[in-house]
C-alpha cells in the first residue's frame, strides 16, 4: 500500500506510516458501509440520484481490489516501481526492511550470483512475511526468456514485468 504513502526522498523506513494506512482503512470502511446505508435509503426514496453513489462506490472498491489482488496489479506495481526496485536490488546482502516503491521488502537476499531476490513483506505483522520474492533476471525483459535458476526448496516462478519475477514458496 506504498502507493498512498508521501514518495521520501530518503530509503529510511517509514513503518508507522504503514501501520497509520493500514488502520486507516477500518476507518474508511466504517465510512463507506455508512455512505452506503444513506445512499440505501434515498435510492429507496428518490431513485436515480443515489444510484450514482452507488455505482461510483462500487468503481472505487473494484479498482482498488484488481490493484491489490490481481495480476494486472502486480505487473502494474511492479513497472511503476521498477527504478526502486532495481536499487533495491543493488542493496548489500541481508539489507533491512525498507520501502521500495509499492511494495514493503523485508530482505534483500541473493542466493544465486546475479539473481537478487527481494522478499516481500506486509505492513503489519512484524516482519512475517509473504512468503514471495520478486526476483531480478537481467536479460530476461523478453516474454518467455529464461526463468531464475532455483536455489534450492520448493518455489514456483512467474514472469510479472520486465525482467522481473515472482518466486512463490509452494
Do not use: N
Amino acid at each position: 500500500m506504498s502507493v498512498f504513502t508521501p514518495w521520501a526522498p530518503s530509503m529510511a523506513p517509514r513503518l508507522w506510516l504503514f501501520d497509520a494506512l493500514y488502520y486507516g482503512w477500518f476507518v474508511l470502511l466504517a465510512w463507506a458501509l455508512v455512505e452506503t446505508a444513506i445512499a440505501w435509503r434515498r435510492w429507496r426514496e428518490r431513485g436515480e440520484r443515489s444510484i450514482a453513489w452507488c455505482v461510483a462506490l462500487i468503481a472505487v472498491v473494484g479498482c482498488a481490489w484488481i490493484y491489490e489482488r490481481t495480476e494486472f496489479g502486480m505487473q502494474t506495481k511492479v513497472r511503476f516501481s521498477d527504478t526502486a526496485l532495481r536499487r533495491s536490488a543493488s542493496l548489500p546482502y541481508e539489507t533491512p526492511r525498507h520501502r521500495a516503491g509499492h511494495f514493503l521488502i523485508d530482505t534483500v537476499r541473493e542466493p544465486i550470483t546475479g539473481q537478487p531476490w527481494l522478499w516481500l513483506g506486509r505492513p503489519y505483522g512484524g516482519g512475517t512475511g509473504t512468503q514471495r520474492a520478486l526476483v531480478l533476471v537481467r536479460g530476461s525483459g523478453v516474454e518467455g526468456g529464461s526463468a531464475p535458476l532455483h536455489p534450492g526448496g520448493s518455489y514456483g516462478f512467474r514472469h510479472i514485468a520486465g525482467e522481473w519475477w515472482l518466486a512463490e514458496m509452494r
